[in-house]
Each structure stands twice: as structure tokens, then as C-alpha cells.
T-cell receptor
Framework: EDQVTQSPEALRLQEGESSSLNCSYT??????LFWYRQDPGKGPEFLFT???AGEEKEKERLKATLTKKESFLHITAPKPEDSATYLC???????????FGTGTRLKVLA | DVKVTQSSRYLVKRTGEKVFLECVQD?????MFWYRQDPGLGLRLIYF???????EKGDIPEGYSVSREKKERFSLILESASTNQTSMYLC??????????FGPGTRLTVL
């Protein structure tokens, strides 16, 4: 069964304290791993798509990496405005279904 | 930029009422989705549509139906609202790189 597990559930960082969020997945055929940011009371906002092991994508202080079984979202020198819930999702090949993790709630303190 | 809009941000309904949630996208996307999001459960797929008048059930379709009469509009219908349908409802459309673009969400409360 396709499954996505994110850890930790919640993370508190001081401003400037770098860290990583984890997304582990099981899927029969990966047709993309997706990272989203969600602010309270709003819809998820697309960040990155990764397709194959070894692939990396960067955007400002965020960098996403992918292995055969997991993905990491690295946050370098975070700022309070990076506080949000970060969601990971996978799409199985041959289907339009996306499986979402329950997210990591990140709080960055000034 | 892709824009996905939902008809209401907040909605309060009574048990047994018929509820319509509407979603409109402006990028001519073929595929659209309805999810509900509950604490600790993540996003769960209710229905998706891959073309006008075409739909497929997701993981939790019970108690819901959908309508897609025009490409840009995808409606979610709660035939007889129940308290366990209190949730955040999110609509999304699918971009050309397989990324989903989400609307702002509708927080529905059923009393």
C-alpha cells in the first residue's frame, strides 16, 4: 500500500538554526515527489517536484533532495516567515492519485 | 500565475442540508481534485475529474458527489450534510508538470 510518513510532526528552531525535515515513502512506481508549504487557514502552496533519486531542487533557503526511499527538505538559516506546515506527497505511476503525509509544523523563533 | 478560487472561505450549515462547494480554475487544466483535510489525517482525496463530465472516486467518496459541466469549474456536493463532514475542503487543479495548484480552502461547519 502506498504510504507517506513525515517526521518530525513539529519542529521549533531559532532563527538561523538550520535543520531538515524528512519524508519517507513507499510506492510501487514513483511518478513524482512533491513538497508544499501550507500557512494556517490557507491552501497548500507548491514548492518542488522531484522525480528521480539524486535529484535536488533549491529555492531561497529551502533545498529538497530525493533518494529511493525518502526525501529531505533542508532549511538553511531559517527566518520567522518560514514558519508553516510543510507537506510531502507522492504520485504513483499509472494513477492520478496523490498520497499526502500529515506534514511537519515548523516554528521559527526570532 | 495559476489561480484556483473557491466559492466560500467559511460556511456553516445544518445537518441534513444540501451543500454546494464550487471551485474555479483559470489555467485550462484538465484534471481537478477535491480533498478534505482533518488534523492528524492529512489530505484525503474525495473525487477527481480528468475531463468535463468525467469523474472518479477517491478514497472517501461516501456522502459526496461532484459535477463538472465546464472545464474550469468543479463542484462538490454534500447531498445531506452530517456533523462528521465538518472539515476543511480543498480544491486543486493539475499543472503540466504534475504539480497541484490549490485553492484557499473552505472551512465547513455542520451543526
Amino acid at each position: 500500500e502506498d504510504q507517506v510518513t513525515q517526521s518530525p510532526e513539529a519542529l521549533r528552531l531559532q532563527e538561523g538554526e538550520s535543520s531538515s525535515l524528512n519524508c519517507s515513502y513507499t510506492v510501487s512506481g514513483l511518478r513524482g515527489l512533491f513538497w508544499y508549504r501550507q500557512d494556517p487557514g490557507k491552501g497548500p502552496e507548491f514548492l518542488f517536484t522531484l522525480y528521480s533519486a539524486g535529484e535536488e531542487k533549491e529555492k531561497e533557503r529551502l533545498k529538497a533532495t530525493l533518494t529511493k526511499k525518502e526525501s529531505f527538505l533542508h532549511i538553511t538559516a531559517p527566518k520567522p516567515e518560514d514558519s508553516a506546515t510543510y507537506l510531502c506527497a507522492v504520485r504513483d505511476s499509472g494513477t492520478y492519485k496523490y498520497i499526502f503525509g500529515t506534514g511537519t509544523r515548523l516554528k521559527v523563533l526570532a | 500565475d495559476v489561480k484556483v478560487t473557491q466559492s466560500s472561505r467559511y460556511l456553516v450549515k445544518r445537518t441534513g442540508e444540501k451543500v454546494f462547494l464550487e471551485c474555479v480554475q483559470d489555467m485550462d487544466h484538465e484534471n481537478m481534485f477535491w480533498y478534505r483535510q482533518d488534523p492528524g489525517l492529512g489530505l484525503r482525496l474525495i473525487y477527481f475529474s480528468y475531463d468535463v463530465k468525467m469523474k472518479e472516486k477517491g478514497d472517501i467518496p461516501e456522502g459526496y458527489s461532484v459535477s463538472r459541466e465546464k472545464k474550469e469549474r468543479f463542484s462538490l456536493i454534500l447531498e445531506s450534510a452530517s456533523t462528521n463532514q465538518t472539515s476543511m475542503y480543498l480544491c486543486a487543479s493539475l499543472g503540466t508538470a504534475n504539480e497541484q495548484f490549490f485553492g484557499p480552502g473552505t472551512r465547513l461547519t455542520v451543526l
